[in-house]
């Protein structure tokens, strides 16, 4: 299916996406639900907005998937706020009211559900139907679980960056830095012209874990993060005193206010020319191309600086499938099957057509009346390394995760020392272990 032919529906899907955001029903039943025009109804919790264009993409697929003869109506039930949505999703899980399908990370939480059998076993769905192959490694294999174990399908393919602008950088007289030290000496220079080095999301968690989680990636791969899980690590060894140390001295350069500052309001803060540098990722691409940046903004970006002895490359850095699309094996009959196999089959190429990464290797040859930034983005990806980093929110228990972003807003106060901070989570893995 050309992905161009289906983007000139995406406009439909939309309005259908808008009207059906937030009708999910909840049901103890596995049998499958039918609306009042005879269509199979397929529920979707998810934790991304109906207007978010991996959830256009979808209701795209069902229009397409409808027009060959299937009989599927997408509803989707959107919480966007995450923390919400995982309450909620747990609690209509442990009701006996799993959806249809549903958000999910390769959290332990995603283990329990595995080994109760309440989730589909992608990697037989994938090998039956021929597609897994298909898929580019580092989006499919983001979803495993440590055990090996694939619970989940992507809906994208993301990369993170710094973005920086370019105008400060030039009048501080500092370039895009290539390592940790660089970044520090690039934030005290912008400083000492007048300048907020850094403007962050800190009230949303994740922005702080990604920097934390620099100094490790760098030193050992992802080796340290999947230590402190096992037991195996503390955050007393190297790599946890350097990422505490590196936290307690960047974090001098956020904005005011970083703690209660969430995403969205640290893009406004970049976009707006009030910071030099914005961390994120490629989902929020759009509001750096020509034609969405406000006029007179110039900006470029730069991946995970690396430092001495590192162990991985500058070409390895924040690259992922993002949360993953899981589904009620108690549902998953063959008109459910036969459905989702249309949308493995032709999702990658609708998505890519919204200008965003794919999670699938799509053709690229007619792109040409892409956005300059998003092929840059593209290029980009070809040349990632073998190894990704994985977040910390993933991989550690919530209540270590918990403790973490309880205490990292301190350490980069300066109301906590390095030390402080690392007993902190010391006692929180040593809790967990119990």
Partial sequence: MNFKKIKTIGTAALAAATVLAGCGKETTSTAPETASDGMREIHYFSSRSASDDTMVTLQEITEAYNSQGGNIKLVIDSNA???????????MIAGNQMPDMFDLDATPYAVELGEQGKLTDMDAFLDEIGEKDNYIPLALNYGRTAEGKLYTLPLELSTEMIWYNTDMFA????????????????????????????????????????????????????????????????????????A???????????????????????????????????????????YFTDENRPEGLNVSYFYMPTCDGAVTGANEYWAFGGIGLAVNPDKFDDEYKDYLSFVVKNYSSAYFAHQHLAPQKVNTDDASDFDALFLQVMDDTAKIGDTAARPWDVVLNEDVIATINDNLPGLCMGEETPEEFVDAVNEALESNRR
């Fill in 81 to 91: 706020d995450r923390s919400a949505y995982d309450q909620k999703l747990r609690t």
């Fill in 171 to 242: 009048d501080a007289g500092v370039e895009a830095p290539e390592t940790l030290d660089d970044l520090l000496a690039a934030c005290k220079a912008l400083e000492e012209k007048g300048y907020t080095p850094f403007g962050i999301g800190g009230a949303d968690g994740w922005p702080l874990l990604r920097l934390l989680a620099a100094y490790p990636f760098r030193m050992s791969g992802n080796d340290f993060l999947n230590q402190l899980a096992s037991g195996e690590a503390t955050m007393s060894d190297a790599e946890g005193i350097a």
């Fill in 244 to 286: 505490s140390e590196f936290m307690a001295e960047i974090g001098q350069y956020f904005q005011p206010g970083f703690t209660t500052t969430d995403v969205a309001t640290g893009l406004n803060l970049f976009l707006s020319g009030k910071c030099a540098m914005y961390p994120t990722g490629t989902w929020e691409l759009n």
